[in-house]
């Protein structure tokens, strides 16, 4: 693997445009697109492993991991082990093949792939109404969410989608370039206030995985924190990622990023409470409540569909194994909840999900979490009636 492919030379500059702080004015800017040259060469029409629509070589490559018998669980797909599948068979596209599989064959999340399935068609006829749940969406999102609303970051289409379902909705306005402990800090001061509500599904995109993720660690425990009933991670840089360490550890790159955040007015302390490694904020096993049920929505990339906004970053991390081109997928992984693949998407999810399938998501964690909403519900009264 090259360790620095030209692409990458102004990689402080390209950082200031890459997902979670992503920036329309740069000049160096790529756009979030793929070339389809390569796959109008093969067929892709293929369903199989719940891709409806699966190209041939991509199926190839599936198929290999599903015979390949090193790695059995996802538990095995550590970083040291994807690194090693990509440096033996030198493609990071196989030992990406090999994650999916295996996230297939966990039952919960194969479980989990068959009651989309199902509940994506219902949602086309029938859209039930929770607005009698008392539930609550909130949105913790991205980085550059209000300079850069088209980004989507701010999560606008999933609270319209969540408000469709009768559930309250709200933006929780973190700091943008705030550091991981700041923006978790106003995460758990928001959770504390909404006594009013009797169940709160945190959706999370990119760096505010990372926020709600160090906020579980602040307040997981507390009294409060029982309201908060699913968090829906779509993208969550879990772990930080090693491009913040490239940057700040080189210095030119270090010194090109810290003036652009200078000018910009924008946090330099938020950007290094990304990295990545042993030593980095984001760097330990969560322990998430049992209240609380994660869906975790990953993008898993092949090379011929990585976006060129992604690419630079995607080659770069490729030598530590496969990534999204933010994060390596061993990072993203976490333990404990529901693990759904996007198939095809890096970190900017350009490939489309269906709207039903969004609201899928959600109501998977209401239906399946409502004895605890109820639970909540039961309890608010009897605090009510004791105060009165």
């Not at 509500?197 to 029982?226: L, R, Y």
């Not at 940057?247 to 003036?259: F, L, N, P, S, V």
């Not at 490729?318 to 994060?327: K, L, V």
Request: with cysteine; proline share 4%.
């Amino acid at each position: 693997m090259n360790r620095r492919p030209e692409q990458f030379r102004r990689l402080a500059v390209l950082a200031l445009c890459f997902g979670f702080i992503a920036l329309p004015a740069c000049h160096v800017d790529r756009a979030a697109e793929v070339s389809d040259s390569e796959s109008r060469q093969v067929r892709c029409d293929i369903e199989k492993y719940y891709v409806t629509n699966l190209c041939e070589d991509e199926l190839a490559y599936l198929d290999w991991a599903a015979a390949y018998e090193e790695y059995p669980r996802m538990e095995d797909l550590t970083q040291e082990n994807l690194q090693k599948v990509t440096r033996e068979f030198q493609d990071a596209d196989r030992a990406a093949a090999l994650f999916y599989q295996r996230s297939l064959l966990v039952p919960e999340n194969r479980r989990f792939y068959e009651y989309l399935d199902r509940r994506e068609a219902e949602l086309l006829e029938n859209v039930p109404d929770y607005s009698n749940a008392n539930v609550l969406l909130l949105m913790v999102p991205g980085m550059f969410y209000a300079d850069n609303p088209e980004i989507g970051a701010d999560g606008a289409v999933l609270r319209r989608l969540a408000n469709e379902l009768g559930l309250q909705s709200h933006l929780l306005e973190i700091e943008q370039t705030g550091t991981v402990e700041r923006n978790a800090e106003i995460i758990c001061d928001y959770i504390h206030e909404r006594d009013d509500v009797d169940g709160i599904i945190v959706a999370s995109v990119s760096k505010g995985g990372g926020d709600f993720k160090k906020a579980v660690q602040m307040c997981g425990e507390q009294p409060d924190f029982d309201r908060v009933i699913g968090w829906y991670n779509i993208g969550g840089i879990n772990r930080g990622s090693l491009l913040v360490n490239e940057i700040d550890g080189h210095w030119q790159y270090r010194w090109e990023a810290k003036y652009y955040f200078c000018l910009s007015g924008y946090n330099y302390d938020g950007f290094l409470s990304m990295r990545g490694g042993p030593e980095a904020p984001l760097n330990y096993e969560m322990d998430l409540p049992d209240h609380v049920l994660l869906i975790n929505v990953v993008g898993v990339p092949t090379y011929r569909f990585v976006t060129e906004r992604a690419k630079p970053f995607y080659l770069h991390l490729s030598q530590f194994g496969p990534n999204d081109g933010i994060s390596l997928l061993s990072d993203v992984y976490i333990p404990g909840g529901i693990t759904w693949v996007s198939w095809r998407n890096d970190h900017y999810f350009i490939w489309p999900i269906s709207e039903q399938k969004m609201q899928a998501f959600m109501t998977y964690i209401v239906e399946q979490q409502m004895p605890v909403v109820r639970r909540n519900a039961a309890r608010r009264l009897a605090a009510s009636a004791g105060a009165g």
